[in-house]
Protein backbone atom coordinates (compact mmCIF):
# COMPACT_ATOMS: atom_id res chain seq x y z
CA UNK A 1 0.00 0.00 0.00
CA UNK A 2 0.91 3.45 -0.79
CA UNK A 3 2.05 6.08 1.57
CA UNK A 4 -0.48 8.10 0.29
CA UNK A 5 -3.17 5.38 0.62
CA UNK A 6 -2.25 4.57 3.87
CA UNK A 7 -2.82 7.70 4.91
CA UNK A 8 -5.71 8.29 3.55
CA UNK A 9 -7.21 5.16 5.14
CA UNK A 10 -6.22 5.87 8.39
CA UNK A 11 -7.49 9.59 8.06
CA UNK A 12 -11.40 8.08 6.99
CA UNK A 13 -10.92 5.73 10.32
CA UNK A 14 -9.96 8.14 12.31
CA UNK A 15 -12.79 11.20 10.73
CA UNK A 16 -15.34 8.38 10.79
CA UNK A 17 -14.80 8.04 14.52
CA UNK A 18 -14.12 11.27 15.98
CA UNK A 19 -15.20 13.45 13.47
CA UNK A 20 -13.42 15.85 10.69
CA UNK A 21 -12.90 18.84 12.89
CA UNK A 22 -11.80 17.02 16.07
CA UNK A 23 -9.53 14.93 14.19
CA UNK A 24 -5.99 17.29 14.05
CA UNK A 25 -2.86 16.97 11.79
CA UNK A 26 -1.03 15.60 14.70
CA UNK A 27 -3.59 12.88 15.42
CA UNK A 28 -3.72 12.46 11.61
CA UNK A 29 0.12 11.83 11.07
CA UNK A 30 0.03 9.32 14.41
CA UNK A 31 -2.69 7.75 13.57
CA UNK A 32 -1.55 6.90 9.57
CA UNK A 33 2.38 6.01 10.77
CA UNK A 34 3.83 9.50 9.32
CA UNK A 35 5.36 12.51 9.88
CA UNK A 36 3.31 16.43 9.57
CA UNK A 37 5.69 16.85 6.80
CA UNK A 38 5.20 13.89 5.10
CA UNK A 39 1.59 14.27 5.42
CA UNK A 40 1.32 17.85 3.86
CA UNK A 41 3.72 16.33 0.98
CA UNK A 42 0.51 14.09 -0.17
CA UNK A 43 -2.27 16.66 1.24
CA UNK A 44 -1.50 19.86 1.27
CA UNK A 45 -4.58 20.97 4.00
CA UNK A 46 -6.57 18.95 5.54
CA UNK A 47 -9.15 20.15 3.23
CA UNK A 48 -7.58 17.83 0.56
CA UNK A 49 -7.04 14.97 2.77
CA UNK A 50 -11.18 15.09 3.76
CA UNK A 51 -11.93 15.28 0.41
CA UNK A 52 -9.81 12.35 -0.28
CA UNK A 53 -10.74 10.38 2.55
CA UNK A 54 -14.85 10.76 1.31
CA UNK A 55 -13.51 9.99 -2.11
CA UNK A 56 -12.77 6.59 -0.61
CA UNK A 57 -15.49 5.86 1.54
CA UNK A 58 -17.59 6.36 -1.66
CA UNK A 59 -16.02 4.27 -3.37
CA UNK A 60 -16.09 1.31 -0.52
CA UNK A 61 -19.82 2.12 0.11
CA UNK A 62 -20.76 1.77 -3.41
CA UNK A 63 -19.03 -0.94 -3.97
CA UNK A 64 -20.07 -2.95 -0.61
CA UNK A 65 -23.50 -2.02 -1.73
CA UNK A 66 -23.85 -2.82 -5.13
CA UNK A 67 -22.14 -6.41 -4.37
CA UNK A 68 -24.79 -7.47 -1.75
CA UNK A 69 -28.12 -5.86 -3.58
CA UNK A 70 -27.16 -7.16 -6.63
CA UNK A 71 -27.00 -10.86 -5.09
CA UNK A 72 -30.62 -11.09 -5.07
CA UNK A 73 -32.94 -11.21 -8.00
CA UNK A 74 -33.88 -8.06 -9.88
CA UNK A 75 -37.49 -8.29 -8.23
CA UNK A 76 -35.99 -7.97 -4.61
CA UNK A 77 -33.05 -5.82 -5.03
CA UNK A 78 -35.00 -2.47 -4.03
CA UNK A 79 -35.49 -4.53 -0.60
CA UNK A 80 -31.92 -5.96 -0.68
CA UNK A 81 -30.87 -2.35 -0.17
CA UNK A 82 -32.80 -2.05 3.51
CA UNK A 83 -31.37 -5.28 4.30
CA UNK A 84 -28.10 -3.98 3.34
CA UNK A 85 -28.33 -0.89 5.33
CA UNK A 86 -30.05 -3.12 8.46
CA UNK A 87 -26.74 -5.16 8.39
CA UNK A 88 -24.62 -2.22 8.18
CA UNK A 89 -26.03 -0.81 11.33
CA UNK A 90 -25.82 -3.59 13.18
CA UNK A 91 -22.15 -3.85 12.25
CA UNK A 92 -19.56 -2.88 15.68
CA UNK A 93 -18.16 0.55 15.05
CA UNK A 94 -21.05 1.92 13.35
CA UNK A 95 -20.79 5.56 13.83
CA UNK A 96 -23.55 6.67 11.20
CA UNK A 97 -23.34 7.79 7.60
CA UNK A 98 -19.85 9.43 7.04
CA UNK A 99 -21.30 11.84 4.46
CA UNK A 100 -24.38 12.62 6.79
CA UNK A 101 -21.57 13.37 9.40
CA UNK A 102 -19.80 15.66 6.64
CA UNK A 103 -22.43 17.61 5.94
CA UNK A 104 -23.60 17.91 9.65
CA UNK A 105 -20.11 19.29 10.37
CA UNK A 106 -19.89 21.23 7.22
CA UNK A 107 -23.38 22.98 7.05
CA UNK A 108 -23.21 25.20 3.84
CA UNK A 109 -23.81 23.36 0.88
CA UNK A 110 -21.20 25.12 -1.01
CA UNK A 111 -18.41 23.65 1.65
CA UNK A 112 -16.37 20.58 -0.28
CA UNK A 113 -17.28 17.97 2.33
CA UNK A 114 -21.21 18.77 1.71
CA UNK A 115 -20.70 18.51 -1.41
CA UNK A 116 -19.57 15.48 -1.69
CA UNK A 117 -21.99 14.07 0.91
CA UNK A 118 -24.57 15.66 -2.10
CA UNK A 119 -23.46 13.81 -4.76
CA UNK A 120 -22.80 10.52 -2.65
CA UNK A 121 -26.58 10.83 -1.90
CA UNK A 122 -27.55 11.62 -5.12
CA UNK A 123 -25.67 8.79 -6.16
CA UNK A 124 -27.92 6.52 -4.14
CA UNK A 125 -30.91 7.70 -5.31
CA UNK A 126 -30.15 7.14 -8.43
CA UNK A 127 -29.08 3.65 -8.07
CA UNK A 128 -32.27 2.78 -5.99
CA UNK A 129 -34.43 4.27 -8.87
CA UNK A 130 -32.88 2.20 -11.23
CA UNK A 131 -33.40 -0.76 -9.00
CA UNK A 132 -37.07 0.05 -8.62
CA UNK A 133 -38.10 0.82 -12.61
CA UNK A 134 -36.08 -2.62 -13.30
CA UNK A 135 -37.88 -4.12 -10.31
CA UNK A 136 -41.48 -2.89 -12.24
CA UNK A 137 -41.22 -0.72 -8.34
CA UNK A 138 -41.04 3.03 -9.89
CA UNK A 139 -42.93 5.12 -7.15
CA UNK A 140 -41.01 3.73 -4.53
CA UNK A 141 -37.29 4.49 -5.33
CA UNK A 142 -37.76 8.21 -3.27
CA UNK A 143 -39.98 6.33 0.01
CA UNK A 144 -36.78 3.75 0.01
CA UNK A 145 -34.17 6.39 -0.25
CA UNK A 146 -35.73 7.99 2.97
CA UNK A 147 -36.41 5.21 4.51
CA UNK A 148 -32.57 3.94 4.42
CA UNK A 149 -31.65 7.45 5.50
CA UNK A 150 -33.62 7.12 8.50
CA UNK A 151 -32.84 3.83 9.63
CA UNK A 152 -28.97 5.25 9.32
CA UNK A 153 -29.82 8.41 11.44
CA UNK A 154 -31.61 6.19 14.05
CA UNK A 155 -29.65 3.74 14.92
CA UNK A 156 -26.29 6.58 14.80
CA UNK A 157 -28.41 8.32 17.36
CA UNK A 158 -30.05 5.91 19.55
CA UNK A 159 -27.82 2.72 18.77
CA UNK A 160 -28.73 -0.34 16.94
CA UNK A 161 -32.32 -1.24 17.82
CA UNK A 162 -33.84 -4.22 16.52
CA UNK A 163 -37.26 -2.98 16.77
CA UNK A 164 -36.50 -0.33 14.23
CA UNK A 165 -34.47 -2.54 11.64
CA UNK A 166 -37.76 -4.95 11.86
CA UNK A 167 -39.80 -1.83 11.28
CA UNK A 168 -37.82 -0.87 8.46
CA UNK A 169 -37.62 -4.15 6.94
CA UNK A 170 -41.30 -4.59 7.10
CA UNK A 171 -42.14 -1.10 5.63
CA UNK A 172 -39.67 -1.62 2.84
CA UNK A 173 -41.46 -4.91 2.20
CA UNK A 174 -45.12 -3.44 2.46
CA UNK A 175 -43.49 -0.80 -0.18
CA UNK A 176 -41.83 -3.89 -2.38
CA UNK A 177 -45.21 -5.76 -2.48
CA UNK A 178 -42.22 -8.34 -2.88
CA UNK A 179 -43.74 -11.96 -2.22
CA UNK A 180 -41.85 -14.63 -1.37
Given at each position: ??????????????????????????LLSEQAGVTKRTLYKYFPGKEE????????????????????????????????????????????????????????????????????????????????????????????????????????????????????????????????????
Amino acid sequence: MSTSDRIVESALSLFYRNGFHASGVDLLSEQAGVTKRTLYKYFPGKEELIEAALELRHRQFMTAMKTSVERAVVERRPLAYIEFLSAWVAEPGFHGCAFINAAAEYGEQGQGPHRQANAHKSEIRTYLQQLCTEAGKTDTAGALFLLGEGLIVASQVQGYDVALVDAAKRSAQALCTVSD
